[in-house]
């Protein structure tokens, strides 16, 4: 195994450890607020020193790692979803409804995610749920249309084709005969995405349209440092940083499963 996988596993089992205790490890309540100790520096009371209200960035950092993981997961479960029933329907049926889905596949997929994603957003309004469901709504066609492919291409094997010959329903089919053979794709392009999802959520707090203002959450904490950070850089650089090795963790540990993917025949481009 490479060093540079065995460093993205080193973060990402830290990151779960911190997101799951961050309650037990955090020295301070992170949205307790203090004025008569804004903008200190780094010290042993304060690790990572603290932020323009006195709050302690390190406890905040902790929590904000709960909170994207959180997020990242749900968001990616709710499009895995949403993409895995729409595909399976659209790539068993095929027909006008496969046109269909096609034509608004190669719309979406025009754009870039993010951008789209913020016009939905815009046209909802700003908060962690519209910023949920702006990413889902335009995130989920992407693994729609993988298990689409996966679906048509799986159809065509012998044993399906005698499944539907001896008069098996379709939803026995999907079930014993194609989804068997179609998840372990997805679930590893899932693994791949989760980073990503992270980026965007960063992305839409440090716009200051993603989750509410007194919410610990990293994109929020790089948001709120932007003014302060000619006088307290630290308040930038420990969100950005862990945010950094979060998605590039996650971009690594991802190639490292599409490899092994494709080795033993479970991806295939």
Do not use: C
């Not at 957003?121 to 729609?144: F, R």
């Not at 490899?259 to 295939?268: A, L, M, V």
């Amino acid at each position: 195994m490479k060093k540079s996988v065995m460093f993205s596993i080193f973060i990402l089992g830290l990151l779960v450890f911190l997101a799951l205790f961050a309650s037990f490890i955090a020295p301070y309540d992170p949205q307790y607020v203090d004025v008569s100790n804004k903008l200190l520096s780094p010290s042993p009371q304060h690790l990572l020193g603290t932020d323009q209200l006195g709050r302690d960035v390190f406890s905040r950092l902790l929590y904000g790692a709960r909170y994207s993981l959180f997020l990242a997961v749900a968001i990616s479960v709710l499009e895995v979803v949403t993409g895995f029933i729409v595909g399976l329907v659209v790539g068993w049926y095929q027909g006008k409804m496969e046109g269909a889905f096609l034509w608004l596949t190669n719309v979406l997929m025009a754009f870039p995610s993010f951008l789209l994603s913020l016009a939905t957003v815009g046209i909802l309004g700003q908060g962690m749920s519209n910023m949920i469901i702006a990413i889902v709504i335009i995130e989920w066609i992407y693994y729609a249309r993988i298990v689409t492919n996966l679906v048509i291409s799986t159809k065509q094997e012998p044993y399906v084709i005698s499944s539907q010959i001896m008069g098996m329903g379709s939803f026995h089919i999907l079930k014993n005969h194609i989804l068997p053979f179609i998840y372990k794709p997805v679930l590893v392009i899932l693994l791949m995405n989760i980073g990503n999802i992270i980026l965007m959520i960063s992305g839409f707090s440090f716009l200051g349209i993603g989750v509410q203002p007194n919410v610990s959450e990293w994109g929020l904490m790089l948001h709120d440092a932007r003014a302060y950070f000619r006088v307290a850089p630290w308040m930038m650089i420990a969100p950005g940083l862990a945010i950094f090795l979060t998605v590039i963790s996650f971009n690594l540990f991802g190639e490292y499963i599409e490899e092994k993917g494709e080795k033993n025949g479970i991806i295939h481009h």
